[in-house]
């Protein structure tokens, strides 16, 4: 008996999008068993599938419209236009960063939301500056100490010569401090920008381009005056980063997969003529286009988490007190991140456009010895993680905020939004095809009713990629169609630890 036209399309389709994805190289991939599952507690709605999927079932039928959620409850939220890449919160406030997608219309730029009642968060001030409205991408960034507030111009992947610094004593109204070099268009910064952050004493801003690498280190001892006081190209494309303390040990993220430790403590030091010499270099590839990192100490041995953005990584817990033999000790994932799981997350990602379940921003609840990690995972929301035991991490609760599904042009601050016109989950093409390569790949169980999609996708999930920041039981961060967003973690698996401290590294 023949085959059914529509069986015939959709296995036509699913042999394209594999050759398309094997061409884009595969290399071997490293096993690990997922975080134990979350018990959800009575009142959750929770997922039906894998741990951290949204099957296709839910998203055609509409279930993904109504969210999904697990120990955890939506106390507040201020959607607008969408959440932009990655925003940043401080004290009672949030600055929602933008992704420049022509929204030049009224009130376009970095949201200023007052959060002191977060389930009623008030818009308190827009910032307009040209880095602000050439958007933010992943450049936002907040430092507690200086309470200073920094964002750099990226019109797409890779910007230039855009920073602008504000005073944030007054956190719902930034006050800027640079109009001259960074803000003003005539007076650029000889810098890259896709993301950055700071020192910890707030003194120096590092903004890392991605194509090419070009990273910059920002004297910001005048905010007035911002200067350039160290660049290098420490990679072909790098990312962001995570800093040692003390400020003289910089944890550089790589997009082809991996980290670099660098030593910054002549920038430190504001030698003249500082150099930045490389101390290790450590790659893996059990994902890629790694995001950022997030220095934590367990028993006073520094640690990193590192987290890759794409090709089902997931969070890497690496020992980093040899500098220059830094060694993976653990890893972070969900079941839809297994190499066995690959073909369900292409039957079920398919027409959700680029990106699938991939963790992006994590924040740890404290630096030293933390007990939690909550991270942005991508189309499976927002994600909280015990993390007490560096050998035997657990999911505590999850947050996977409703679908937009058809509101596309109300959304011209979300990432995902715009790039719904791609179908394919290209960023998990290593996986993917790893998993083909290894024969754990059943293309039948990767067939299914989205099959085919691969250019017009949806808004069938939301895109979680904002670093979700501790207050107390309550996390608050932005995703890209929902926009902030203010959630509480039930206090039956969460404990705040009297000394927490969000921290996301930089």
């Given amino acids: 008996m023949s085959k059914s036209p529509v069986r015939a399309h959709r296995r036509v389709g699913l042999i394209c999008a594999a050759a398309l994805l094997l061409t884009m190289g595969a290399v071997t991939a490293h096993s690990a068993p997922p975080a134990s599952p979350a018990d959800c507690l009575p009142g959750s709605a ?234 290790a270099d450590l790659t893996w590839s059990d994902g890629w286009a790694t995001q950022h990192t997030v220095p934590v100490t367990y028993g006073g041995v520094p640690h990193v988490f590192a987290v890759d953005e794409a090709g089902s990584g997931g969070v890497k817990l690496i020992d980093v007190s040899d500098d220059r033999h830094p060694r993976i000790t653990g890893s972070i994932k969900l079941e839809i991140n297994l190499p066995e799981h690959q073909d ?57 905020p409703p679908a937009r599904t058809g509101e596309n042009r109300a959304l011209s601050n979300s990432p995902h939004a715009l790039a719904s016109i791609i179908g394919l989950p290209l960023l998990s093409a290593p996986s993917v095809a790893q998993a083909i390569l290894r024969g754990e790949f059943d293309p039948g169980q990767a067939l299914g009713p989205r099959t085919g999609m691969a250019v017009s996708g949806d808004l069938s999930t939301d895109w979680c990629f904002s670093p979700p920041e501790w207050r107390g039981n309550q996390l608050w961060t932005t995703c890209a169609d929902n926009g902030f967003l203010a959630l509480e973690l039930s206090p039956q698996v969460y404990t705040p630890p009297p000394d927490q401290n969000s921290t996301t590294g930089s």
Avoid at 101 to 124: K, N
Avoid at 225 to 254: C, E, I, K, T
Avoid at 379 to 394: E, H, K, L, M, N
């Fill in 46 to 279: 929770p997922e039906s599938g894998l741990q951290g999927d949204v099957p296709a079932a839910d998203r055609d039928s509409g279930r993904s419209r109504d969210g999904f959620w697990c120990n955890m409850r939506l106390l507040g939220a201020a959607g607008g236009r969408g959440g932009g890449i990655t925003s940043v919160t401080f004290e009672h406030c949030a600055y929602v960063g933008t992704f420049f997608s022509g929204d030049l219309g009224p009130d376009a730029g970095v949201q200023v939301l007052d959060v002191s009642d977060p389930a009623a968060p008030v818009h308190t001030a827009t910032l307009t500056e040209p880095a602000m409205l050439a958007g933010t991408w992943e450049s936002l960034k907040v430092n507690k100490t200086r309470k200073l507030l920094v964002g750099a111009g990226v019109p797409f992947l890779t910007g230039a010569g855009l920073l602008s610094i504000y005073d944030i004593s007054d956190c719902a109204h930034p006050r800027l401090l640079n109009p001259g070099p960074g803000t003003d268009l005539s007076l650029p910064l000889p810098i890259t920008a896709h993301e950055g952050g700071f020192s910890p004493d707030g003194r120096t801003y590092w903004s890392s381009g991605t194509a090419p690498g070009v990273l910059s280190a920002v004297d910001l001892t005048d905010p007035a005056n911002p200067r350039v006081v160290w660049q290098g190209l420490p990679g072909m494309s790098m990312h962001g980063v995570g800093f040692s303390p003390d400020g003289n040990r910089l944890y550089l993220a790589n997009n082809l997969g991996g980290m670099k430790i660098l030593d910054t403590s002549a920038v430190q030091r504001r030698d003249p003529a500082p150099q930045v010499p490389e101390l």
């Fill in 344 to 400: 369900s997350l292409l039957a079920s990602a398919a027409g959700g456009s680029l990106f699938a379940y991939d963790a992006h921003y994590c924040a740890a609840d404290r630096p030293a010895d933390p007990t939690a990690l909550a991270c942005g995972w991508t189309s499976s929301g927002v994600r909280v993680f015990d993390v007490r035991d560096p050998d035997a991490f657990t999911e505590i609760g999850y947050f996977n």
